[in-house]
């Protein structure tokens, strides 16, 4: 009985702090621009329009100060497994980098063509493109660093690092797959992102959890995401072109790499610790 309540007394905290981090991830972003601005206030500095204009220079700043938070708790929580590095993934993984980036270029094309006239779609769509408007405006280095480095280094350590932990400790390996990468979508905030992110979140769950650990799944995500966010010197009609078109043609290979990755179970990976204390792989739920 007692071995019972401990084990339910874990899993209610478990979901307890998965859920302070998705809000505090989302609050956290707001105290730290409202801080910006009572600072800056304070030393008499107006930098209101000047933040306006410099967004992917303050989420650079965010994510290099939440990186060093959340990886500090996810070393001390989930950072002890040691596992033998698997290079020979590097080219499957490089294919689901460009698969994933062709599901997302279809979704916004479905959307675009077939729902376009909807207002909420249309809306959203309108908004989508307007937090992207800044790309051309900032200095890259800004961009290269919120969206393709620090952008998903932190984003692989709060979902696959710490939710997907979390979540697997109830007992579920597909639980864990499934929730980090819905809420992973749903943390995007946009209603046209959330489908292929959310997409995107199950595939990095599914990698994490056949190679159990985050660098491969910070791999995916920084080539992913610098695909659509090329340098000035190589964002040119050609190369957009020709990413779109491997994209595409990589979604089927991306589907066939993903569904081999899902059959292992986490026990059978090569791993240094003592396999009984794993959970059970995707055939538990």
Not at 133 to 148: L, M, N, Q, R, T
Not at 199 to 208: A, K, P, W
Request: hydrophobic share 50%; charged share 15%; proline share 3%.
């Amino acid at each position: 009985m007692d071995m019972f309540d401990d084990r339910t007394k874990k899993d209610i905290d478990n979901i307890i702090l998965v859920v302070f981090i998705l809000v505090s991830t989302s609050l956290l972003t707001d105290v730290f621009y409202s801080i910006m601005l009572v600072v800056s206030s304070a030393l008499g500095i107006d930098i209101t329009e000047w933040a306006s204009n410099n967004n992917f220079f303050l989420d650079a700043l965010f994510c290099c100060f939440m990186v060093p938070l959340f990886g500090i708790w996810f070393i001390t929580r989930f950072g002890n497994k040691k596992h033998e590095n698997q290079l020979s993934l590097m080219p499957a993984l490089s294919v689901a980098a460009f698969g994933v980036g062709g599901i997302a270029m279809l979704w916004l094309t479905f959307l675009s063509k077939i729902l376009g006239n909807v207002a909420v779609i249309s809306e959203s769509m309108d908004n989508f493109k307007e937090s992207w408007s800044g790309i051309d405006s900032e200095p890259y280095i800004w961009v290269f660093i919120s969206v393709v480095i620090a952008g998903p280094i932190f984003e692989e350590i709060v979902f696959r690092g710490l939710i997907y932990n979390y979540i697997e400790e109830l007992g579920s390996s597909t639980a864990a797959i499934i929730v980090s990468g819905i809420t992973f979508g749903i943390w995007h905030g946009e209603p046209v992102q959330m489908v292929y992110t959310a997409f995107i979140g199950i595939v990095l769950g599914i990698i994490y959890y056949r190679t159990r650990s985050l660098k491969y799944t910070i791999f995916v995500h920084i080539v992913n995401n610098l695909l659509s966010t090329l340098p000035p010197f190589l964002d040119t009609d050609i190369n957009n072109a020709a990413i779109s078109y491997i994209s595409y043609i990589m979604i089927i290979p991306m589907l066939v790499i993903v569904y081999n990755m899902s059959k292992y179970r986490y026990n059978d990976m090569p791993c240094k610790e003592n396999k009984n204390d794993t959970v059970d792989g995707l055939n538990k739920i």
